[in-house]
């Protein structure tokens, strides 16, 4: 089954900088979606970007997509403590209803 | 509404107990999954329902571990006997078709 892959794995940024991750995966989908985990808690989403979209915001939050080369980025612009998280991709294919995350990324952002 | 629901947040038990994780998810949603979260696995998806059935349990790592949807607003993940390796956190989520997935809180279980 394909997979959410996020790449680099551990991101270390000072605050007020921008942190970008990016996740490959290896079939066709229907959406990606990117969830935050702050430590101890559950996953939490973030944005929904459908197979038929290129870009998408969310506030401070911007998402691509290029099923092209199947790959998706997420992008923190002026990032906070607050930020500092594991965040996760995940897909969704036709023909069911689960999503397959990827292993996520750790993000700090210093103060 | 209140979001997903799980109960307990934390259980400690001892090896060979039965275990038994429960998930009230959000009202209206017609999946609902259950994880395992490790450090060294991370996020594993046991099993999902649609629609109060089981679709794919092809995570359920053995015999040990079953799982149950008797209605749309309750299920049930069970561990029978526990094991010292079953120690992790186990998510419940919810959606709607193949939208986002709202997660609860997680149970961390601890087996001595």
């Known amino acids: 089954s394909q997979q959410g892959e996020e790449d680099p794995q551990a991101l270390s940024i000072q605050e007020g900088e921008n942190a970008t991750m990016n996740c490959s995966y290896k079939t066709s989908i229907n959406n990606l979606q990117w969830y935050r985990q702050n430590s101890g808690r559950g996953l939490v989403h973030l944005i929904l970007?459908?197979?038929?979209?290129r870009e998408k915001h969310s506030g401070r939050l911007r998402v691509t997509l290029d099923t092209s080369k199947k790959s998706s980025s997420l992008l923190i612009t002026a990032s906070r403590a607050a930020d500092t998280a594991s965040y996760f991709c995940?897909?969704?294919?036709?023909?069911?209803?689960?999503?397959?995350f990827g292993k996520g990324n750790q993000v700090v952002v210093i103060p | 509404d209140a979001g997903v629901i799980q109960s307990p947040r934390h259980e400690v038990t001892e090896m060979g107990q039965e275990v038994t994780l429960r998930c009230k998810p959000i009202s209206g949603h017609n999946s609902l999954f259950w994880y395992r979260q490790t450090m060294m696995r991370g996020l594993e998806l046991l099993i999902y329902f649609n629609n109060n059935v089981p679709i794919d349990d092809s995570g359920m790592p053995e015999d040990r571990f079953s799982a149950k949807m008797p209605n749309a607003s309750f299920s049930t993940l069970k561990i029978q006997p526990s094991e010292p390796r079953d120690s992790a956190v186990y998510f419940c989520?919810?959606?709607?078709?193949?939208?986002?997935?709202?997660f609860g809180p997680g149970t961390r279980l601890t087996v001595t």
């Open positions: 995940a897909t969704a294919t036709y023909g069911n209803n689960r999503l397959a």
């Open positions: 989520a919810s959606s709607l078709d193949r939208g986002e997935q709202y």
């Open positions: 970007i459908r197979s038929n979209e």
